[in-house]
C-alpha cells in the first residue's frame, strides 16, 4: 500500500509540475514541505536537472558547496555551467591563473568527479566551461555507464591523454560546439547572452577561438569517448571537424547529423555523399553553416555523378528530414531526394551579422528543385526563410506543389507591416487546397501598426485574419503571423503571435493566443516557449 501510495502521490506531483516553469517549481517546493509523503514524491522531479556551481552557495571553509550525496540519485540532467566571468575577476574567482600561458584553473571540481560515478540514473551531462575541462573530469564521466548524452558548448577543448572508456559506457548523443560560435537564424530571437558585449570581450573566448588544439580532441571524442557504433545523433561543428574525418568511420546507428560552424573549406577528397555513405541508417541532416562568403558551399560532387570514392548522390534517398542553410548550393541536391518528409531552408549568419535569405527567383528555383526531386508528394513539413514579401501567388505555387503539406512555414528575414496589397481571401484560396495542412505561419501584410501600440491594432488585425484562414481552411489547429518586435534601443527582432484553433459546436470557432516561441539552435522542426516572454 506504501508503494502504491507513493505512486498516486508521484503522479498527482507530476500533473502539477511544469518543465522550465519557474512558477511550477515553486509550487513543487512549497508542496514539498508540506509532509515527507510530498517530499519524497516531489524530490525525483525538484531535482531531475539541476546546474553547478551556484555562485551565491559557498564559504571560505569549504569552497563552493556541492549537492547532498542524498539527492544524487534523482539526478537525470546535470549542468556543470562555469560561470564565464569568474576568470576575469582579479583575483580570479574559485580557481587561479599560472603564469605561464595564463590558463585558469578552477578549484573544487573534485566535488564533481567524485559524484558523477554515483548517479545511477544520470542520462544527459552539458559542460559549459570557460577553461580546458581536466582529465579526471573526462574519465569520472566515462564510469557513469548510465550517460547517454553530452554536450559540451563554448568550451575550449584539450586532451593530453584519453582516459580509458569501458566497454559498457555507450553514448547515443553527442554535441560539439565551439568557443564563441555565435549565430543568428533569419532575425528572430538568439540567445539573450548574445546581445552584450561582455559576451564577445572576455578573455577566454579571444584565446580559445578557432583554438587548433580542439581539432585533435574533437577526433578523439567523437570516435573514442563517443564510438560510431552507438551514436545515434551528432552534432559538431566544421570549423573543428571536416568531411574526410567524419568519412573514416562506419556510423551504423547513426540517425541524426547536424553539422554547424562554417562550411569546411579545407582541401580534402571527401565529398557530402562520402559521409552518408557510411551512415546507412541516417534519416536526418541539417547543414547549419554561417554564411561568410558569397560563394556557396557545393554539395554535390563536380558535375552531379560519382565522388571519387565512387558514390552516388542518390544516395540521399534515404533521407527524411533536411535542413540546410543559405551557405550552400541547393542546385541539383533535391533532385536526389525522393523521399523527404520535412524540408527547411534558412538563413544564418554569424552575430553580430544580420542575415540574407533567399531571394523570390531563388525560391521559384526552389520549388523547381523540389518537383524534379519527387519530394513534392512526401513532403509534410516545410520551414523557409526568404529576403522578400509573400505573395498568394508564391503560396499558391506551394501548395499545389506539395498537396500533402502538414505543416507550412514561410518567414521574411527582417519582417515590416506596410500597406497590404492583397485580400485575405487569395491567401485562404491557397491554403485551401491543402487538406491535411494543421499548422501554418505566414508572413502576410499588415496595416502600419506600432507592435507596442496600447490599443494592439496589430494584436486584433492578425486574429481577424486568424479566425477568418480558420474559417476557410477546416484542417487548421494552429496559424501565426510575423512581426517586428522592438528587444533594445536599436535592436529588433521578428517574432509570431501564434493562436491554437478549436471548434466545437457550442462555442463554434474558438482561438487562443499561444505564447511566444523560439527555435534554439540548432533546432528547426519544433519551436518552444520563450522563457520570461
Given at each position: 500500500?506504501?508503494?502504491?501510495?507513493?505512486?498516486?502521490?508521484?503522479?498527482?506531483?507530476?500533473?502539477?509540475?511544469?518543465?522550465?516553469?519557474?512558477?511550477?517549481?515553486?509550487?513543487?517546493?512549497?508542496?514539498?514541505?508540506?509532509?515527507?509523503?510530498?517530499?519524497?514524491?516531489?524530490?525525483?522531479?525538484?531535482?531531475?536537472?539541476?546546474?553547478?556551481?551556484?555562485?551565491?552557495?559557498?564559504?571560505?571553509?569549504?569552497?563552493?558547496?556541492?549537492?547532498?550525496?542524498?539527492?544524487?540519485?534523482?539526478?537525470?540532467?546535470?549542468?556543470?555551467?562555469?560561470?564565464?566571468?569568474?576568470?576575469?575577476?582579479?583575483?580570479?574567482?574559485?580557481?587561479?591563473?599560472?603564469?605561464?600561458?595564463?590558463?585558469?584553473?578552477?578549484?573544487?571540481?573534485?566535488?564533481?568527479?567524485?559524484?558523477?560515478?554515483?548517479?545511477?540514473?544520470?542520462?544527459?551531462?552539458?559542460?559549459?566551461?570557460?577553461?580546458?575541462?581536466?582529465?579526471?573530469?573526462?574519465?569520472?564521466?566515462?564510469?557513469?555507464?548510465?550517460?547517454?548524452?553530452?554536450?559540451?558548448?563554448?568550451?575550449?577543448?584539450?586532451?593530453?591523454?584519453?582516459?580509458?572508456?569501458?566497454?559498457?559506457?555507450?553514448?547515443?548523443?553527442?554535441?560539439?560546439?565551439?568557443?564563441?560560435?555565435?549565430?543568428?537564424?533569419?532575425?528572430?530571437?538568439?540567445?539573450?547572452?548574445?546581445?552584450?558585449?561582455?559576451?564577445?570581450?572576455?578573455?577566454?573566448?579571444?584565446?580559445?577561438?578557432?583554438?587548433?588544439?580542439?581539432?585533435?580532441?574533437?577526433?578523439?571524442?567523437?570516435?573514442?569517448?563517443?564510438?560510431?557504433?552507438?551514436?545515434?545523433?551528432?552534432?559538431?561543428?566544421?570549423?573543428?571537424?571536416?568531411?574526410?574525418?567524419?568519412?573514416?568511420?562506419?556510423?551504423?546507428?547513426?540517425?541524426?547529423?547536424?553539422?554547424?560552424?562554417?562550411?569546411?573549406?579545407?582541401?580534402?577528397?571527401?565529398?557530402?555523399?562520402?559521409?552518408?555513405?557510411?551512415?546507412?541508417?541516417?534519416?536526418?541532416?541539417?547543414?547549419?553553416?554561417?554564411?561568410?562568403?558569397?560563394?556557396?558551399?557545393?554539395?554535390?560532387?563536380?558535375?552531379?555523378?560519382?565522388?571519387?570514392?565512387?558514390?552516388?548522390?542518390?544516395?540521399?534517398?534515404?533521407?527524411?528530414?533536411?535542413?540546410?542553410?543559405?551557405?550552400?548550393?541547393?542546385?541539383?541536391?533535391?533532385?536526389?531526394?525522393?523521399?523527404?518528409?520535412?524540408?527547411?531552408?534558412?538563413?544564418?549568419?554569424?552575430?553580430?551579422?544580420?542575415?540574407?535569405?533567399?531571394?523570390?527567383?531563388?525560391?521559384?528555383?526552389?520549388?523547381?528543385?523540389?518537383?524534379?526531386?519527387?519530394?513534392?508528394?512526401?513532403?509534410?513539413?516545410?520551414?523557409?526563410?526568404?529576403?522578400?514579401?509573400?505573395?498568394?501567388?508564391?503560396?499558391?505555387?506551394?501548395?499545389?506543389?506539395?498537396?500533402?503539406?502538414?505543416?507550412?512555414?514561410?518567414?521574411?528575414?527582417?519582417?515590416?507591416?506596410?500597406?497590404?496589397?492583397?485580400?485575405?481571401?487569395?491567401y485562404a484560396d491557397a491554403f485551401a487546397k491543402l487538406q491535411s495542412l494543421m499548422e501554418l505561419?505566414?508572413?502576410?501584410?499588415?496595416?502600419?501598426?506600432?507592435?507596442?501600440?496600447?490599443?494592439?491594432?496589430?494584436?486584433?488585425?492578425?486574429?481577424?485574419?486568424?479566425?477568418?484562414?480558420?474559417?476557410?481552411?477546416?484542417?487548421?489547429?494552429?496559424?501565426?503571423?510575423?512581426?517586428?518586435?522592438?528587444?533594445?534601443?536599436?535592436?529588433?527582432?521578428?517574432?509570431?503571435?501564434?493562436?491554437?484553433?478549436?471548434?466545437?459546436?457550442?462555442?463554434?470557432?474558438?482561438?487562443?493566443?499561444?505564447?511566444?516561441?523560439?527555435?534554439?539552435?540548432?533546432?528547426?522542426?519544433?519551436?518552444?516557449?520563450?522563457?520570461?516572454?
Amino acid at each position: 500500500m506504501n508503494r502504491l501510495h507513493l505512486q498516486v502521490l508521484h503522479i498527482l506531483v507530476s500533473e502539477i509540475a511544469s518543465p522550465g516553469d519557474q512558477h511550477s517549481k515553486s509550487d513543487l517546493l512549497s508542496l514539498s514541505q508540506s509532509c515527507r509523503a510530498l517530499r519524497e514524491a516531489c524530490l525525483p522531479i525538484l531535482f531531475s536537472e539541476v546546474f553547478w556551481p551556484h555562485p551565491n552557495k559557498n564559504d571560505e571553509e569549504t569552497g563552493l558547496h556541492f549537492f547532498p550525496e542524498s539527492l544524487w540519485p534523482y539526478f537525470k540532467r546535470f549542468h556543470l555551467i562555469w560561470p564565464d566571468e569568474w576568470p576575469d575577476a582579479n583575483p580570479p574567482l574559485w580557481g587561479c591563473k599560472y603564469y605561464i600561458g595564463g590558463d585558469y584553473h578552477p578549484r573544487h571540481l573534485e566535488a564533481v568527479t567524485a559524484a558523477l560515478p554515483k548517479m545511477p540514473a544520470l542520462n544527459t551531462l552539458h559542460l559549459c566551461c570557460p577553461f580546458y575541462p581536466p582529465n579526471n573530469l573526462l574519465d569520472a564521466l566515462t564510469k557513469c555507464i548510465s550517460l547517454r548524452r553530452l554536450h559540451i558548448n563554448d568550451t575550449p577543448l584539450y586532451l593530453s591523454t584519453m582516459p580509458k572508456v569501458p566497454s559498457n559506457f555507450r553514448l547515443e548523443a553527442i554535441s560539439l560546439v565551439p568557443v564563441a560560435e555565435a549565430v543568428r537564424v533569419g532575425e528572430g530571437p538568439y540567445d539573450p547572452k548574445f546581445a552584450e558585449s561582455a559576451y564577445y570581450n572576455r578573455e577566454y573566448r579571444k584565446r580559445y577561438k578557432n583554438d587548433i588544439l580542439a581539432r585533435t580532441a574533437v577526433k578523439d571524442l567523437l570516435f573514442s569517448l563517443g564510438h560510431p557504433n552507438s551514436l545515434r545523433y551528432v552534432q559538431v561543428s566544421c570549423d573543428h571537424c571536416n568531411l574526410d574525418t567524419l568519412a573514416e568511420h562506419e556510423w551504423p546507428a547513426l540517425e541524426t547529423l547536424v553539422l554547424t560552424g562554417h562550411a569546411p573549406r579545407s582541401p580534402g577528397n571527401a565529398e557530402l555523399v562520402d559521409v552518408i555513405a557510411r551512415m546507412p541508417n541516417l534519416r536526418e541532416l541539417r547543414l547549419l553553416f554561417a554564411k561568410i562568403k558569397s560563394d556557396a558551399f557545393r554539395l554535390l560532387p563536380v558535375g552531379g555523378g560519382e565522388s571519387a570514392r565512387h558514390n552516388h548522390p542518390h544516395i540521399l534517398s534515404q533521407l527524411k528530414y533536411l535542413a540546410i542553410s543559405n551557405a550552400c548550393e541547393l542546385a541539383g541536391l533535391l533532385n536526389h531526394t525522393s523521399s523527404l518528409e520535412r524540408l527547411a531552408i534558412c538563413a544564418v549568419a554569424d552575430l553580430p551579422n544580420v542575415p540574407l535569405a533567399m531571394s523570390r527567383s531563388d525560391v521559384d528555383h526552389l520549388l523547381e528543385s523540389i518537383a524534379l526531386g519527387g519530394c513534392s508528394k512526401t513532403l509534410r513539413r516545410f520551414r523557409l526563410i526568404m529576403e522578400e514579401k509573400v505573395q498568394p501567388e508564391l503560396c499558391q505555387a506551394i501548395t499545389s506543389l506539395c498537396p500533402g503539406l502538414e505543416s507550412l512555414e514561410v518567414e521574411i528575414c527582417g519582417y515590416h507591416d506596410g500597406k497590404p496589397v492583397f485580400p485575405w481571401r487569395e491567401y485562404a484560396d491557397a491554403f485551401a487546397k491543402l487538406q491535411s495542412l494543421m499548422e501554418l505561419r505566414v508572413c502576410i501584410q499588415f496595416p502600419e501598426y506600432d507592435e507596442a501600440d496600447k490599443f494592439e491594432t496589430w494584436r486584433n488585425a492578425r486574429k481577424q485574419c486568424a479566425e477568418y484562414l480558420a474559417s476557410q481552411v477546416p484542417s487548421l489547429q494552429q496559424v501565426g503571423f510575423e512581426y517586428r518586435k522592438r528587444t533594445g534601443t536599436h535592436r529588433f527582432e521578428d517574432r509570431w503571435l501564434d493562436f491554437e484553433i478549436s471548434r466545437t459546436e457550442e462555442k463554434g470557432l474558438v482561438l487562443v493566443e499561444q505564447k511566444a516561441s523560439w527555435y534554439p539552435f540548432p533546432e528547426v522542426w519544433s519551436p518552444i516557449p520563450i522563457t520570461g516572454a
